[in-house]
């Protein structure tokens, strides 16, 4: 029976990694997430959004201590609801324009504050809105970056905030090759003078320079910071990390959920060669400081009047500006889209200490990254990510190959002694032990390894996992097409048995209490039907429980995975589809018999003489 439990014992490791990530952590999760956003949707309905301006960082007054970077407080000020477009309207602003990024920079605040990702749309539709990544405070969801100085305990100097009001110097918006300065006079012998570049890759550079006209040394601490208003909606799965995020130094990377950090109010770290920020799925904006200077680095969550607000900061150490002196401090900010070239060509570009955990890689970190740059190669000699994913699955069998070949052998003797077996089973009857010697004493005698057959499933599991997230977390597999009906490889299967592939007029995901489980599209059907047969491969179980539970097997999985990415399905499904082709090949060689294949025969052979 061993041969048996051990195959068993390989797929429920399968099942437990698919079933319990999903079904135990996914689904309560997302769930969870479902009614967060309903209750924050029902408090923006019930409080009062904040006019445009309110909710702006404040300056530490003189002798309250040690300065730190702005946070956002104050109640709101009841006003009409207003629209994204009616609040950047209402401000003067400096336009930016690049291949990659469309918005622009407010004059009042000088914030990076409204800003579109114009190669990314909502849907697969190209017509569809495009991706709004950054948006002014006062509007249905602020998220911005803002830049300046902080003066410290006993200081008593007027510093630009974000209320003021700055005035662009020269013309233009602001492109890849043209820069834009900003300027402020405080009338007390302050010039503060901004500018602010842009590459081609979502990297934003600023520059602050404070030139002291006055008679007065002055010492300022620069910043800066990211901040979000409202909780987002987040998808919620374990395997993905949406909130406050960042590379600290000696630190490593910090990954902070939106309930962590309300939960602790501020977390803070003293540190050098760090990125912080916040990320979302596909998308995020990032401050990178010089590497070089000592940052007081601090993750933060508040309240705004009902709302919830939450913040990535950096504050620089303080800089003294005799009379007649200038100081200017430069750090970058990385807003857009999290493609994976992009993100390693940044990390290179400016020596960002490992800026490509940006990107969810995972604990696997060293398949799943492997696995995308091997299938991103593909899709470059292709043009398609799901024959990628099909080369990729060939190339894997290539690499198990001779760890198959083991398996399958050792199965195909084991099938083929199952007479033998049954023989054993039944002298000893009750008699465990004696059964079980007997049984070993076969294995020795034909050298079959009753361990071989659950290996390849075993050793597959972390490939599975890997190429499961690299689906799930790349950007570039969002909105990749197939063929036929999946315009989307990480979007699940569209099609439905349950409602005949469209025919019916019903959703019936919507159905209350089974609706998310009533989808199953036609390839999760062929992923079943393949692992049906390749089931049908192995050694019948003599035993009724192992039996129904080796038929229910691929039922249960079909369920399972209808949920899942189409790609993750694809791959599933092409790779049972050549397990069978090889395992069927090995088991001839080994003279067992293929029960499937002659079914199939006499089910055709009934057919025709009907």
Known sequence: MSDQKNTILAIVLSAIVLFAWQYFIGIPQMEK??????????????????????????TPAPGTGAPQAPSVGGAPIAAQQLSREQVIAATPRVAIDTPRLKGSIALKGARIDDLSLAQYHATVDPKSPAIILLSPSGSPHPFYAEFGWVIGAGTNVKVPGADTMWQQ??????????????????????????EISVDDKYMFRIEDQVAN??????SLFPYGLISRHGTPETLGYYILHEGLIGVLGEQGLQEITYKSVEEKKTISFKVNDAWLGITDKYWAATLVPN??????????????GAVKTYQSDYLGEAVTIAPGASHSTATHMFAGAKEVAVVDAVEKQYEINRFDLLIDWGWFYFITKPLFKIMDYFFHLTGNFGIAILLVTVLIKIVFFPLANKSYASMAKMKAVQPQMQMIRERHGDDKVQQQQALMELYKKEKINPLAGCLPIVVQIPVFFGLYKVLFVTIEMRHAPFYGWIRDLSAPDPTNLFNLFGLIPLDPTLLPVFGQ???IGVWPLIMGVTMWAQMKLNPSPPDPTQKMIFDWMPIIFTFMLAGFSAGLVIYWA?????SVIQQSVIMRKHGAKIELFDNIKELFGKKKSS
């Open 213 to 218: 006209k006055g008679a007065a040394p002055v």
């Open 33 to 58: 997430q479902r009614q967060e956003a309903q209750q924050q949707a029902q408090q923006k309905t019930q409080a009062p959004q904040p006019a445009p301006g309110t909710g702006t960082p404040t």
């Open 574 to 578: 092409w790779n049972n589809t050549l």
């Open 517 to 519: 489980f009533l989808h």
């Open 291 to 304: 590497k070089k200077a000592q940052i007081q680095a601090r993750f933060s969550s508040g309240t705004l």
């Open 169 to 194: 110097r020269g013309a233009g918006a602001l492109r890849v090759d043209h820069p834009v300065t900003l300027t402020y006079d405080n009338g007390e012998g302050l010039e503060f003078r901004r």
